[in-house]
C-alpha cells in the first residue's frame, strides 16, 4: 500500500508531501490526525531560515506576530496509530513519544519532527528542510535529535522560496500562512 499525501496549500504555492506512514507510523499519524482536525489551517510559518529550513506548527503563529510562536503544541489527547491501529497519546503539552526508528536524514525536501531538544518533546512543530542538515538526524552524533517523517514530491520550490522571504528575527516580514492541509491516501 502507498503512502499517503499531504497536499499543503500556502499564500506562497502549494506543495505535496509523502508521509512516511510505513516508517514512523505514530509520527505519521500525529501529523495526519492534527491535519484532518484543520489545527494547521490558518497558521503562519513562525521561523524561516535560507539555506536551512522552515519551521511551522505552532498554535500561538496564528497571530504571525505572536512572541509566543514557536513555543506551543497542540492540545493532550489520543489519536489513532494508522498502521497499528494502537491508541497513541499526547500529554505534558500535545507532546508524543520520540520515534527514533527510521534512517530518513534530513536532507532537501524532507519532513522533520521540531522539538525543543529534550526527548518526547514534539507534538505539531514541524520543518522543512532546505540544505543537507544531516547533523539533525536522530542517528548523528550531538544533542539535537529530529526524526524525518516525509519528503516533499511536488513543489519542493515553494519550500525553497519560504525560507528565502525577508525576515527579521528570522521571523516572515510578510507573513507566510498555511491555507489548509488535505490528506490523501487514507
Not at 148 to 163: M, N, P, Q, R
Amino acid at each position: 500500500m502507498a503512502n499517503p499525501t499531504a497536499v499543503c496549500d500556502t499564500t506562497m504555492g502549494s506543495f505535496t508531501v509523502e508521509l512516511y506512514l510505513d516508517r514512523v507510523p505514530r509520527t505519521a499519524s500525529n501529523f495526519i490526525d492534527l491535519a484532518r482536525s484543520g489545527f494547521y489551517n490558518g497558521l503562519h510559518f513562525h521561523r524561516v531560515i535560507p539555506g536551512f529550513m522552515d519551521q511551522f506548527g505552532c498554535p500561538h503563529s496564528r497571530d504571525p506576530r505572536s512572541r509566543q510562536s514557536g513555543t506551543g503544541g497542540p492540545p493532550d489527547g489520543t489519536f489513532q496509530n494508522l498502521k497499528t491501529g494502537a491508541t497513541e497519546t499526547r500529554s505534558n503539552g500535545g507532546n508524543i513519544q520520540d520515534e527514533n526508528i527510521s534512517r530518513d536524514s534530513n536532507a532537501p525536501g524532507t519532513l522533520s519532527m521540531a522539538n525543543t531538544g529534550r526527548p518526547n518533546s514534539g507534538g505539531s512543530q514541524f520543518f522543512l528542510n532546505v540544505a543537507n542538515n544531516s547533523f539533525l538526524d536522530w542517528f548523528a552524533p550531538g544533542d539535537s535529535k529530529h526524526p524525518v517523517f516525509g519528503k516533499i514530491i511536488e513543489g519542493y520550490e515553494v519550500a525553497e522560496a519560504i525560507s528565502k522571504t525577508p525576515t527579521r528575527n528570522d521571523n516572515p516580514v510578510t507573513p507566510v500562512m498555511m491555507n489548509s492541509i488535505t490528506i490523501n491516501g487514507i
